[in-house]
């Protein structure tokens, strides 16, 4: 081939582009076999080589052809062409590490294994891309190709993200545990941004119980189901076991691929991580059955489908599959948690952290100008560390903004003085528990130090805000209480503060702020806003329902001074009277009639209310409760007395007609008080409920 640059080297370039892009690769392996500079080609935009492509269409067999013609043409220095990086700095091992196809990443690491750690542009190694992707197959493939004790800096990128961090961040924590069984100190650095893997894991609620919202059925589904604990992966050894070459007949390949599928079924049946899973049998599919079995199994995947679709099982084994997932990350989470308080060292009084060192922003700083900019020098660690580390919340403080109480119990039972730590604004972990209505959290720190003997909950931030004066504030920027309407969240404050005004130690007194404020005189001025709109909730809500009491009071006079028959001339008594129907007609109709009356009463009550602050923990609500529930009986009462009275007519010829009349009418009312009951529960709930819940 001719010299860079020449003509004929960009026809050959395309030559080799449109081959590649056709997928005529035993074309592409004659023509790297005849030219080593081919080799190393690129053909494509972004900098690839025609090995990038290859692995990128995970064709195992085309790749180990590919890379056998590069060690049989360039003996001595077969890995050239490996490390040819595209114009992110990727080489095919790379690709194949983000990809997750430990295949390849065996192969390709086989000719060197240096070729594991060169780092793109972003200092990303393979072995980075695997963990940043969640690939545990590939990862721990490239782990066996490094020395037992590992290799620190092939686990840290430029920004000072490392392996363990990218594995917290995406929930890959399957992954996190055997990276923390490889590299223990990795639970000790920090970031680009002064963060430990035990922040990343402080800042993610919804890995733990605490942060998950269950319905009651999931709930009972989810203590049905059992988890496996994680343990140290050996999985690798056990691919290495059947893929290296074995001393057999070529004639009993057909039952040792038979062997290989069933153990590898077993094995992903038994994993109770979806996505290995699917992974696995999917890679079992490509790889371990002959290509004339695709098309039966193809068959039978179709047959399994219909099955599912035809019984209902695939909604029911999709639910359970996702409460299972989600158990799975509880129960992960708590264990990587575990590990990493055992290894951690943040509370030791010498430990300075791993702190990531940006030899680019301070390659010209001496030690008198890093003083000078504020960068402190830790002698001993030659690193440059930024003061912003410094003010950065501790993890205790992240767990206990986001209502993670597992992290903030478990770190205070082995760092007790955890409970020490304060952020910039000097508040500590009471403040922001009651600051971002983290209620649980706020119980456990009440019951582990209802003495106060350290004077937790006395504490005061730089403003003079103490924990009343927090729970005094109204939060703008959260989220509301789960709960509809104005009024009834004026409800919930009221008792948040009531709550944490009772939960302070004795003899607690509330004092001024610094600007001279009391938590009374906050919680008057922050929620006047919320009680005007409360009082117009409350007003709106009020007006139409007593239209409808009103109508339902006229309904039931009207009726109770019609009896059906009539009445005896005589004796005024009605002709019915023995009938058992006449006597729920006449029950139905005078609960109708009370009921729509004190209704009415209730609405005008609230109507007529001055709307205080003060009414809106119990009497405003209270008042609604009972209109409303005083509503839905004579709204029932009155069906029952309609459907009791009509009985009459229709006992005669059209007897068979009053059970499917009643039946639609009692259908029309079922499904009001589907729509209407869960806000009247919600009322209910939000009213006798003394603590209120996020």
Known sequence: MAQPGSSMMMNERTDLFKITMKGDWDEVIKIYRKDHDAQKAKITRSGDTALHVAVSNVNEAIVEKIIASITETSSQNSRGPLVMQNEAGNTPLHIAASMGNAKLCELISQVDPILVGIKNKDGETPLFMAALNGRKAAFLCLQSFLPPEGEISYCRRNDGETILHCALA?????LAFQIIGLYRDLVNYFNGNGLTPLHVLASKPSAFQSGSKLGRFKKMVYK???VKKLEADRSHQEENYFTKDRSYPENYQTPVNCFVSVWRTLKCAISRNPYERRIELESQEQNSLPPNYSTCVEFIKIVYKAILIVTGGAGIYDGVAKIQEEKDKHTWSLQILDEILENSKIYDYEFP????WFYDDYEHISIFEAIFEGIRYTVGYDKYISPQTSKKDSAILIAAKHGITEIV?????KFPVAINDTNVEKKNTVLIAVENWQLEVYRLLVRKYSNDNDGVFRILDSKGNGALHHAANLKKKLPPWTIPGDALQMQWEIKWFKFVEESMPPHFFARYNKNSETPDEIFTRTHQNLVESGGKWLTNTSQSCSVVAGLFVTIAFTTST????GAKQDTGTPYLEHEPAFDVFAISSMVTFYSSVIAVVMFLAILTSGYQMKEFEKSLPRKLLLGLTALYVSIASTLVS?????YFILRGQLKEAAAPV???????VTFFAIAEFPLYFQLARATFTNVPQR
């Open 642 to 646: 309609f459907c009791s009275g009509h």
């Open 224 to 226: 049905c189901l059992w």
């Open 353 to 356: 952290g791993e702190i990531p």
């Open 562 to 565: 019609t009896m059906p028959g």
């Open 662 to 668: 009643y039946s639609v009418i009692c259908l029309v």
């Open 409 to 413: 119990e478990k770190i205070l039972e």
């Open 170 to 174: 995406g929930d890959y924590f399957d």
